[in-house]
């Protein structure tokens, strides 16, 4: 799998001024690495992720969320939600997958996973901003699920989201 960190690095603890360096100026996570390494850990039962890639890991609110390259995702989802569920029980969070890079509708889409969604608009603020609204059909978000998805979104993305139901 490749990482932001060396493979020997993370295997062995023992971190080089390199990845050191990305640690210290906060180009990666503690949490990162600890993600990084538990899936170098398991690389062996999952083979299809030996050739992923883990971008960035972003924690909120108890969702973890794995940013992987594109094209990865289905890497990661399959094995019947097997990988996932490892690294939810490791991480006691609960675990969403989304690709970096695409298109904003396709990242929103994998944020969402699960959730039906009927429109996807950009409203222009008076300031020059904009917030992107999201209307979702079906069974409602609670607002600490709501909340820690439009942090993820802000973090990973840069996007600010206002989620509607119907």
Not at 22 to 40: D, H, I
Request: hydrophobic fraction near 40%.
């Amino acid at each position: 799998m490749e990482t932001r960190l060396c493979e020997f690095c993370l295997r062995s603890g023992v971190l080089c001024s390199q990845c050191r360096e990305k640690l210290r100026s906060g180009e990666v996570s503690e949490l990162y690495m600890k993600v990084a390494r538990f899936l170098l850990e398991i690389e062996d039962k999952y083979p299809m992720i030996q050739d992923a890639k883990l971008v960035d890991v972003v924690e909120a609110d108890g969702i973890l969320a794995l940013v992987v390259g594109r094209g990865d995702r289905e890497k990661f989802m399959g094995y019947g939600g097997r990988l996932i569920r490892e690294v939810r029980d490791a991480f006691r969070r609960r675990v969403i997958v989304v690709e970096s890079g695409g298109s904003e509708r396709r990242f929103l889409e994998d944020l969402f996973s699960g959730y039906r969604i009927l429109t996807i608009n950009v409203i222009w603020l008076p300031d020059g901003s904009s917030e992107t609204r999201i209307v979702l059909a079906g069974r409602r978000l609670n607002e600490k699920r709501i909340r820690a998805l439009t942090e993820i979104a802000r973090r990973v993305r840069g996007i600010s989201l206002r989620v509607e139901h119907t």
